[in-house]
Structures are given as C-alpha cells and as structure tokens.
C-alpha cells in the first residue's frame, strides 16, 4: 500500500503539468519581495545595499515567469535566471558560513543550508522538467 | 579569496558544470530518437513492401479471374458446339 503510494506520488510528480504550481508558487514569491516591502536606504542602514539589488534580481525573474508562464521558452529562460541568482545566494550563503569570520555552527545553521539546497534542488528540478519538455517537443 | 569572487567563481563552475550535464542529456536523448526512427523506418520499409505484394497479388488474381471466365465461357460454348456436331453425326449415321 505504501509503495502504491510512492508510486503514485511518482507518477504525478513524472507525468502531470506543473505550470499552475509554479505560477502559484511565483505569485507568492513575487508578493514576498522584499523590494515591494522595503526600499534601498533601509537596506544600507542595515549595511545591506546589496541584499536590496539582489532582491530586485529576483523581483524580475518573478515577473518574468509570470508573464511568460504560458510560452515554455521563456519560461524555461527566466526560471535559469531565477536559479542562477538562486545558486549564488545559495553558495554565498554557504561560502558566508565555511569561510567567514562566525565562530559558532548552530543547529539553525544546518536548517538553513537544508531548506536553501532544497529550494535549489527544487529550482534545478523545475528547469530540468521545462527543458526537457522543450526537447521532446522539438523532437516530435 | 574574497568571499565575493569566491562565490561567483563556484556558481559559474556550477552553472557550466549544470550546462555541460544537460547538454550531455539531451545528446543521449536525441541519440536514442534517432534509434527508433531507423527502426520505425525499417518497418514502414517492411510494411510498405508487403503491401505492394499483396497489391500485386491482387492484381495478378484479378487477371485470372477474367481470364478463367474467358475460359469457362469458351468451353461452355465448345461443349454445345460438341453435342450439336454428336447429335447431327447420330443423325446422318441412320440415314
């Protein structure tokens, strides 16, 4: 039962369309920016400039998927910009924790390098399921 | 290093390494479609083959078929030519 289970669970995963998720799942991204929230001096008041730019990179691969949400192409196009900009947030945030100065490896930590290399294997799922579409139908 | 430069280094490693992976995927799958044309295409051979035997064949039966009635109809009228000669023969023997 189980395993008819994780078979279906498969399946679905394998074999049903995702675009509505992921235009959910953007939707929300894009209303979780922090650049419609907050604006660039309180990120240099808190001697994050950059955190704000980097925020606005991702605001516009947001916008880009949800307008291109129905042409695969572009899609595919903004979601590998999305993951580039998610990579390096990612590896910065790791580099952060290796190579910089904090003293202490706390169990909050090792949450936070999980949930970002989830949400970045998630990313590189989410592209490797639109370019794989695009190859099949230019082979049909 | 700079904490900076190091990271943009590793991403772009990733990014290529990530590339270089899906154009080797994308290899292996154009390369396993290019398969099953061939073999699609030996079969349409295959099949094609057959068909214009078994249009041949139905032709060729067809021909027969004519020409066996052609036949039939010349014997059916030789048979009664025959009986019209056997029974004037008949005739012409009691005189």
Known sequence: MIAKYFKKIKETLLYFDFQPLLFFW???????????????SYWESVGQPNTYWLYFSYLIGSIGMIISINNIKWLARFVSY????????????????????????????????????????????????LKKEILHKALK | MDENILTIVITSITVLFGAGAWKFYEFLIRNKREKQKEDLKEQTVYRD??????????????????????????????????????????????K
């Open chain 1, 82 to 129: 999305y993951l580039v900009l998610y990579l390096f947030s990612t590896i910065r945030y790791l580099v952060n924790i290796f190579v910089g100065d904090s003293e202490t490896f706390t169990i909050i930590d090792v949450k936070n390098i999980i949930i970002t290399c989830w949400y970045a294997f998630m990313w590189c799922w989410i592209l490797f399921k």
């Open chain 1, 26 to 40: 953007v939707v929300s991204d894009f209303l979780n920016n922090q650049v419609l929230w907050t604006n660039l």
């Open chain 2, 49 to 94: 083959d057959l068909k214009a035997r078994v249009q041949r064949l139905e032709d060729d039966k067809d021909a027969c078929s004519n020409n066996l009635l052609e036949i039939s109809k010349e014997l059916a009228a030789l048979k009664v030519k025959i009986e019209f000669i056997e029974k004037e023969n008949d005739r012409l023997l009691r």
